[in-house]
């Protein structure tokens, strides 16, 4: 079956300018997370949700990162005010998680440069 | 500029040796354990998964141990293909507030030479 999508692949936005990252889990998962990732380096924790419920977002950098789920399925990731520093592969991942500590499954990610 | 193999740990073999990838994590309550391989441009691919209540567990051509006792975790791989080149994570997950919230080693870059 399909895998986790996300949209765009890639994004390039100037200083200032809000951007907005899709992801698209595989169906009938139930939870959704959010990393980031920086060149060089393992992914970092952004935001968690179960179906619409956001159940963490203690990874979100500032308050110009805000993430939804409205309908428990797709997400967006919306940045604000991009700076330079927010420039990393955003990556999405989703797991069918009945219960606590099943696998996660990652789309491609969407490398955002931040010009 | 900067080169991402300057800031992970490298391990290069040759085609069909066997490869061990090290991982050492901080949190003595994690409970569960996983690794991903992720190749240039793409994202994480879950290789093995391994709870807190074993110790070793074996896939197809991979097997992970787990020591609590020094907080460490390997990946072995058998007969080590280049198709398996790429960098791999160890991630843990240690429940409770932090439910679903995965933690990721640094990575390994592992090179196989045919």
């Known amino acids: 079956g399909a895998g986790v999508s996300q949209s765009p692949r890639y994004k390039v936005a100037k200083r200032g300018q809000d951007v907005a990252l899709r992801c698209d889990p595989i169906s009938g998962h139930v939870s959704l997370f959010w990393y980031q990732q920086a060149l060089g380096q393992g992914p970092e924790f952004l935001t968690y949700f179960q179906n619409e419920a956001q159940l963490d977002k203690s990874g979100l950098p500032s308050d110009r990162f805000f993430a939804e789920r409205p309908e428990g399925s797709v997400s967006t990731l919306k940045i604000q005010r991009t700076q330079q520093e927010d420039s990393a592969v955003y990556l999405c991942a989703s797991s069918l998680e009945l219960d606590r500590g099943r696998e996660q499954y990652f789309g491609p990610g969407t490398r955002l440069t931040v010009t | ?114």
Request: overall charge neutral; proline content about 4%.
């Open chain 2, 1 to 114: 500029g900067e080169s991402v193999g300057l800031h992970l740990p490298t391990l290069s073999v040759q085609e069909g040796d066997n490869s061990i990838i090290n991982c050492a994590y901080s949190n003595s309550a994690s409970d569960y354990f996983i690794w991903y391989k992720q190749e240039s441009g793409k994202g994480p691919q879950f290789i093995i998964d391994i709870r807190s209540n074993m110790d070793k567990r074996q896939g197809q051509r991979v097997t992970v141990l787990l020591n609590k006792t020094v907080k460490h975790l390997s990946l072995q791989i058998a007969a080590t293909q280049p198709g398996d080149s790429a960098v791999y994570f160890c991630a843990d997950n240690a429940g409770g507030t932090s439910y679903g919230k995965l933690t990721f080693g640094q990575g390994t870059i592992l090179t196989v030479h045919p």
